[in-house]
Nanobody
């Protein structure tokens, strides 16, 4: 499975960004994780191509949405009202998770390249 991620950038507090992740295999569900400087990688959001979702971590709940483009095998993570603490490298990943595992990195077998999101105050 190949994943192509894009969409990072620099915004000011309160701004928005849309992260894009294109997969070569839609049989795998997709997720996003992020890693801030000096911190562990953490779960952000996940979605299935069918059968349930999306799911959001509390850190972004209410500020993020996920949309899907089946024709392009692409999911979009729209993040609004960004805060400086959202600054991180964001990774998209593909895996076959169940409800209890979707927040774990180990549930995702394939990872895209990271994309940097910088939010300035």
């Amino acid at each position: 499975v190949q994943l192509q991620a894009s969409g990072g950038g620099s915004v000011q507090t309160g701004g928005s960004l849309r992260l894009t992740c294109t997969t070569s295999d839609r049989s795998y569900s997709m997720g996003w994780f992020r890693q801030a400087p000096g911190k562990d990688k953490e779960f952000v959001a996940a979605n299935r191509w069918s059968g349930g979702g999306p799911y959001f971590a509390d850190i972004v709940k209410g500020r993020a949405t996920i949309s899907r483009d089946f024709a392009k095998n692409t999911m979009y993570l729209q993040m609004n009202n960004l805060k400086p603490e959202d600054t991180a490298v964001y990774y998209c990943a593909a895996g076959r998770f169940i409800a209890s595992t979707r927040t774990y990195q180990s549930a995702y077998a394939y990872w895209g390249q990271g994309t940097l999101v910088t939010v300035s105050s």
